[in-house]
């Protein structure tokens, strides 16, 4: 198993920018594709960005897609979500989490192909 930690979390203004961190150890971090997915009070957990070995293909749900960016420094164990142009639906708890997935290149998506998850990290956004 590899252990997550995220950081960077805090409050700022709708149209402000964030960026949250999560670092691996305890696995070879390179082995894994990444994700990102956040989970608001009284919500499901949803899928934010996810990001596969290759650092190719990165993939973002709709609500997301062009104002978020997902990346991974491998020599640093880190990957990363650049959040810009924020907006208070996007106040919620964030995820890290991790998979061995079947292929270099292959960007996995879903909630259950995650095994591995950090604690999050809070992200507020007020109007």
């Known amino acids: 198993q590899v252990q997550l930690v995220e950081s960077g979390g805090g409050l700022v203004q709708a149209g402000g920018s964030l960026r949250v961190s999560c670092v691996a150890s305890?696995?070879?971090?390179?082995?894994?594709?990444m994700g990102w997915f956040r989970q608001a009070p009284g919500k499901e957990r949803e899928f934010v960005a996810a990001i596969s070995r290759s650092g190719l293909s990165p993939y973002y749900a709709d609500s997301v897609n062009s104002r978020f960016t997902i990346s991974r420094d491998n020599a640093k164990n880190t990957v990363y979500l650049q959040m810009n142009s924020l907006k208070p639906e996007d106040t919620a708890v964030y995820y890290c989490?991790?998979?061995?997935?079947?292929?270099?290149?292959?960007?996995?998506?879903?909630?259950?192909?995650?095994?591995?998850w950090g604690q999050g990290t809070q992200v507020t956004v007020s109007s």
């Open positions: 989490a991790a998979t061995p997935p079947p292929s270099y290149y292959y960007t996995p998506r879903k909630l259950a192909d995650f095994g591995s």
């Open positions: 305890g696995r070879t971090f390179s082995s894994y594709a």
